[in-house]
């Protein structure tokens, strides 16, 4: 069957059109996967420094504390677990649905924190009412060291896990870019060749 050249041009600019169009639309979703990988990371990054932050505030906290204790001076550090910035951030949080749809150790740890701060704040309390600096001072070492301690240690779990998701991000994002990469030069490969060999078709018929 003989095919017109008119017929072959328009074939052939169909081919080509079509493979433009897989590699824009290859192309736009890759860049969105990447823009939502790296918007992630950022964010993620950004979770980390802040709770290293906080983390060195109740320190300084409880660093105020133990000198209030020493020094017969009332404290006048913040007692409510739900008003220091941790946790504002931290009851914030637990109402979104990005904590809702957390899984595994992430979420675990997350919950393990409130116990923790609770009586971290919670043993302030104590050695307020305590009556003799003994007693307050075995309230420090006893319930305000300890609570302190196991909370750094879900922050820098917890810090650990947000790690292993960052770096996941990062993988797939450079397998991301491989792909796309490859995708581009096999489709302006095709489009070159398909040019190529009815360009010779077409005009050999010509000729």
């Not at 897989?22 to 950004?46: C, G, H, M, P, Q």
């Not at 409510?80 to 637990?94: H, I, N, R, V």
């Not at 600096?133 to 075995?138: G, N």
């Amino acid at each position: 069957m003989n095919i017109t050249i008119r017929k072959k041009l328009i074939l052939t600019l169909s081919i080509i059109l079509t493979l433009i169009i897989i590699e824009a639309a290859t192309t736009t979703l890759v860049e969105r996967r990447s823009d939502f990988l790296t918007d992630e990371t950022i964010r993620l990054y950004n979770e980390t420094i802040f709770l290293k932050s906080k983390l060195i505030d109740h320190l300084e906290w409880m660093n105020g504390l133990l000198e209030s204790v020493t020094g017969g001076d009332k404290f006048t550090g913040q007692i409510d677990p739900t008003q220091c910035d941790f946790g504002k951030w931290y009851y914030s949080y637990k109402a979104t649905g990005e904590y809702s749809s957390l899984e595994g150790k992430r979420k675990e740890l997350i919950d393990s924190m409130e116990g923790y701060h609770s009586a971290l704040h919670g043993s302030a309390a104590k050695i307020g009412s305590a009556a003799s600096q003994d007693e307050k001072l075995a309230v420090y070492k006893n319930e305000t060291k300890t609570a302190v301690g196991k909370l750094q240690e879900l922050f820098n779990s917890y810090m650990e896990e947000i790690e292993i998701v960052m770096e996941s991000y990062e993988e797939e994002l450079n397998r991301f870019n491989i792909v796309s990469s490859i995708v581009e030069i096999s489709l302006m490969a095709m489009i070159f060749i398909i040019t190529a060999v009815f360009g010779y078709i077409i005009f050999g018929g010509i000729m």
